[in-house]
């Protein structure tokens, strides 16, 4: 066969291995899976590695970003927040208000847990979004 | 990575990963390691593949873009892809970039393509990938030794098929010749794609381990 030819069909051979390859399903991967392969066991301890410090990065994220929202509810100031909740709503968050009353910037890091503060922080800052879309 | 140099796309694509279990990963990773070898093959002695112009060997650095890409959020998972599927979307994606850059320089007469000046892309364009699969078009020149390597790779695989007397290998081998892909070659020989891809997996098994007996690659 003539050597052009034959890398044409090559070519041709390869393309088919690859449209095979893009729809194999995961089941058939079992028997694979068994066979060891250096590259892919050096390479899938890379991921992991890279997304455990993914999932330390999102965390310092969202830190970040309620120590900002934090400080920024902290400026508008506690009388300007209270308002806007009816008077009702005030007397049930009493405590939450006092609690954000007496938190400095300094205590973010004890907040980070405090699961029905969080949820707290956030809703004063849907308000504050709302009051400003209605605008 | 660090909290600095992730890219816009690192929480909507951790939220997804979060769902991804290891043996996914291994099973992605795999899927787009065959596909960088058949899409690589014949393209890294010259070019814009080469050692030289992308400084580690080809195949690590495509696998390692498309999967940290993924990780740090440059890119972004869209929905209508899987793991495996997004994966080798980027690495086309990033070949393309790389021959693009290395034919433009090579126009400008640049001695060499520098990493950092490749064009960073954020999303792929959804195209019809399989489309691309049989694309005969070569980024370089060949040389007479690789086509010598070419036609032995080829007689190999000829003679592998001859000897099995397997009539399934002896079609399946004649439909290739014949440029098929995988619909045609499940139609022409009245399998479903799924079987065929049973009999293309005993193929590539049992041609790896006559080439390995005989002391070839």
Not at chain 1, 103 to 106: A, C, M, V
């Given at each position: 066969m003539e050597v052009n030819n034959t890398l044409k069909v090559l070519k041709k051979f390869y393309g088919l291995l690859m449209e095979m390859n893009y729809h194999k399903?995961?089941?058939?991967f079992v028997e694979e899976l068994e066979e060891e392969n250096p590259f892919i066991s050096m390479h899938l301890r890379n991921v992991i590695l890279h997304r455990t410090k993914a999932k330390a990065i999102l965390k310092k994220k969202k830190y970040l970003a309620l120590k900002e929202q934090f400080i920024a509810l902290k400026e508008l100031g506690l009388d300007k927040l209270q308002e806007l909740f009816a008077p009702k709503e005030r007397i049930e968050m009493v405590k939450l208000f006092r609690k954000f009353e007496e938190?400095?910037?300094?205590d973010i890091d004890s907040i980070n847990d405090d699961q029905d503060f969080l949820i707290f922080i956030s809703s004063l800052k849907d308000k504050l979004e709302d009051k400003d879309g209605a605008k | 990575m660090t909290i600095e140099d992730v890219g816009p796309f690192f929480e909507s694509n951790s939220l997804k990963l979060d769902e991804i279990s290891k043996v996914e990963w291994e099973i992605a990773l795999r899927k787009a390691e065959k596909h960088l070898d058949y899409r690589l093959w014949n393209k890294?002695?010259?070019?814009?593949?080469t050692v030289e112009n992308l400084k580690v060997p080809a195949k690590e650095y495509y696998f390692n873009y498309a999967y940290m890409s993924i990780l740090n959020g440059s890119w972004e998972w869209k929905n209508d892809f899987d793991l495996p599927q997004q994966l080798i979307r980027i690495i086309d994606s990033r070949i393309s970039t790389v021959v693009k850059a290395y034919r433009k320089a090579k126009l400008k007469n640049e001695e060499r393509v520098q990493e950092g000046k490749y064009a960073f892309t954020n999303?792929?364009?959804?195209?019809?990938?399989?489309?691309?699969?049989?694309?005969?078009?070569?980024?370089e020149e060949i040389s007479e030794e690789e086509l010598l390597k070419v036609e032995e790779e080829y007689n190999r695989i000829d003679q592998f098929v001859s000897e099995s007397e397997d009539e399934d290998f002896i079609m399946f081998w004649d439909c290739v010749k014949e440029g098929y892909t995988r619909s045609d070659i499940a139609e022409l020989i009245g399998k479903t794609p799924k079987q065929l891809d049973k009999i293309k997996e005993k193929f590539l098994r049992q041609l790896r381990k006559e080439l390995k007996e005989n002391g070839s690659q």
């Open positions: 399903e995961p089941a058939d938190l400095t910037e300094k | 890294t002695v010259f070019g814009a593949h999303s792929i364009e959804i195209q019809d990938i399989e489309s691309t699969f049989y694309d005969l078009e070569s980024e």
